[in-house]
């Protein structure tokens, strides 16, 4: 069972956020081309959604997204990981720093990154810490 974090008590109240009726429907969009300005999102999430092979073009679609100072946030199965250090420093070439990472989890893992810059590395170097596994499923 999953805990509330400690955050949603103070979250508003979805009642105090008007009419949901007139806002925007959000736009079907790649994870690696969204609609969204430059530098216009305070924080990026992927929650087991790093599973195609152009894992780096997602995270340089969330830094070309993010705020200065931005929050990237990863949760992904731990069992795609081969070597979580090699990974790290992938993400780190591309333009964040690692904030906090909780290894924790027999199932889950989750990273907190701060955007830095623009990535640290031209498009074509290799980074091959951001070649996942596929995810391992077994039967409980």
């Known amino acids: 069972m999953f805990e509330e974090p400690e955050w949603a008590e103070a979250a508003p109240v979805a009642a105090s956020l008007g009419p949901v009726i007139s806002r925007p429907l959000p736009a079907a969009a790649s994870q690696n081309k969204v609609p969204l300005e430059d530098e216009s999102v305070d924080v990026a999430v992927f929650c087991l959604s790093l599973m195609g092979t152009n894992i780096r073009d ?28 090699t990974f790290l420093r992938a993400v780190t070439k591309l333009g964040f720093k690692v904030v906090s990472k909780d290894l924790t989890n027999s199932h889950f893992f989750l990273f907190d990154f701060q955007k830095t810059g623009p990535p640290q590395v031209g498009p074509k170097a290799q980074l091959s810490g951001l070649k996942l596994q596929p995810c391992l499923y077994k039967r409980r």
Do not use: C, H, T
Not at 60 to 72: D, H, I, Q, T, Y
């Open 58 to 85: 997602f995270l340089e679609e969330a830094n070309r997204v993010l705020k200065p100072g931005g929050l990237l946030k990863v949760a992904e199965v731990s069992s795609r990981f081969e070597d979580v250090r």
